[in-house]
């Protein structure tokens, strides 16, 4: 079946520290990839994407690449800022698929 | 383009009563989902509505339900409520990637 799996949180940086979020997924067929981000009392909103092995999603300083031999979608990001404190979530979606899979998401806390 | 819009953003209710939310999709786009989100955790797939029927459910009992319109809105109905069903409900409608486009959500309190 499909699955995603992402590192447990929390996390816990000091600004401008780097950030990998770790995820990896098992899908049948050829699946899209996603990370959304939560903040505090809002809805999810999409992060990045990536639609097929090698592309590389980014946004807001935010990168991820779709690893197809080692079936990862790590989240990275060189400088964080305190703004970034939220719940992450890695997702991914099979072509054909109505359903999108969401990891148990990844909770990140930034300091001053 | 406006997003995806729910409403009431807060609803109290009471034990055996029951719930309503409402969620109207972006424009164009046919596919609404509703997830439960309790305090904390991941998100639960509830419901997955296309062209107005009702096309899957997640492993939630019959007391969810709800409906999609022609114009493709769709309602959530949580029946004879339990202290549990207290969550945010978020509705998302999907885009052309499979991507999910969210909306703010309904804080169900439930007491």
């Known amino acids: 079946g499909n699955s995603v799996t992402q590192m447990e949180g929390p996390v816990t940086l000091s600004e401008e520290a780097f950030l990998t979020i770790n995820c990896t997924y098992t899908?049948?067929?050829?699946?899209?990839l996603f990370w959304y981000v939560q903040y505090p009392g809002e809805g999810l909103q999409l992060l990045l994407k990536?639609?097929?092995?090698?592309d590389k999603g980014s946004n807001k300083g935010f990168e991820a690449t779709y690893r197809k031999e080692t079936t990862s979608f790590h989240l990275e990001k060189g400088s964080v800022q305190v703004s970034d404190s939220a719940v992450y979530f890695c997702?991914?979606?099979?072509?054909?698929?109505?359903?999108?899979?969401f990891g148990a998401g990844t909770r990140l806390f930034v300091k001053a | 383009e406006a997003g995806v819009t729910q409403s009431p953003t807060h609803l109290i209710k009471t034990r055996g009563q029951q719930a309503t939310l409402r969620c109207s999709p972006i424009?164009?786009?046919?596919?609404v989902y509703w997830y439960q989100q309790a305090l904390g955790l991941g998100l639960q797939f509830l419901l997955w509505?296309?062209?107005?029927?009702?096309?899957n459910r997640g492993n939630f009992p019959p007391r969810f339900s709800g409906r999609q319109f022609p114009n493709y809105s769709s309602e959530l109905n949580v029946n004879a409520l339990e202290l549990e069903d207290s969550a945010l409900y978020l509705c998302?409608?999907?885009?052309?990637?499979?991507?999910?486009?969210f909306g703010p959500g309904t804080r169900l309190t439930v007491l």
């Open positions: 424009s164009g786009h046919t596919s």
């Open positions: 509505y296309d062209e107005g029927e009702e096309r």
């Open positions: 990536a639609t097929k092995a090698d």
């Open positions: 998302a409608s999907r885009g052309p990637n499979n991507e999910q486009f």
């Open positions: 899908a049948t067929g050829y699946p899209s």
């Open positions: 997702a991914l979606s099979v072509t054909g698929g109505f359903k999108t899979i």
